[in-house]
């Protein structure tokens, strides 16, 4: 068994993950730019006190970031055209049951493999009412570049 920590600092930078896997270290702060900050410091700390081997500067990283944030009429715009299905579906369905978008799911392939864990997720946060458009969106990205995606989608279906 390999330790794990749900939340705490680390030089005074709060995480909410520190787990220490075979083959990785995860760590889950508010930015990817404290996440970085914090393994950089975890790993001078495990070589420099604990003998640890210096791991290579061009190591593998991957990325994972998750952000909630109001986008205006996103959804409903970018499901307009959809609006045919969704009559048929809301006809069968009680008057007073409401039927929105739930949002768009992508799963990345690296060649003919499905790489479930690096999925880009932008859907309607539950329990969000419906006049309110909080979204939840994941993505295999930094934080930076996550947040510069929410803004194109912003732009292009916010009008």
């Known amino acids: 068994m390999t330790p794990a920590l749900q939340s ?3 030089n005074g930078i709060p995480f909410n993950q520190l ?15 404290q996440t970085l900050k914090i ?11 604990l003998g640890f081997r210096k791991l290579p500067e061009n190591r593998p990283r991957t990325y994972a970031s998750i952000l909630i944030a109001d986008l205006g009429p996103v959804l409903s715009n970018m499901f307009s ?3 045919k299905i969704t009559s048929l579906v809301q ?5 007073e049951n409401r039927l929105l978008p739930m949002g768009v799911k992508f799963l990345t392939y690296k060649g003919n493999d499905a790489q479930a864990d690096r999925q880009f997720i932008f859907e309607r946060r539950v329990p969000t009412p419906p006049n309110e458009d909080w979204i939840f969106s994941q993505a295999p990205l930094d934080t930076e570049t996550h947040v510069k995606v929410l803004e194109m989608i ?3 279906f916010g009008k």
Do not use: H
């Open 154 to 156: 912003q732009t292009e």
């Open 39 to 49: 393994a950089e410091d975890l790993f001078d700390f495990l070589n420099n006190a």
């Open 91 to 95: 006809k069968m369905m009680p008057p």
């Open 19 to 33: 787990d220490f896997q075979s083959g990785a270290v995860v760590i889950g702060a508010a930015t990817t730019e």
């Open 81 to 83: 055209r959809w609006e």
């Open 8 to 10: 705490g600092m680390f």
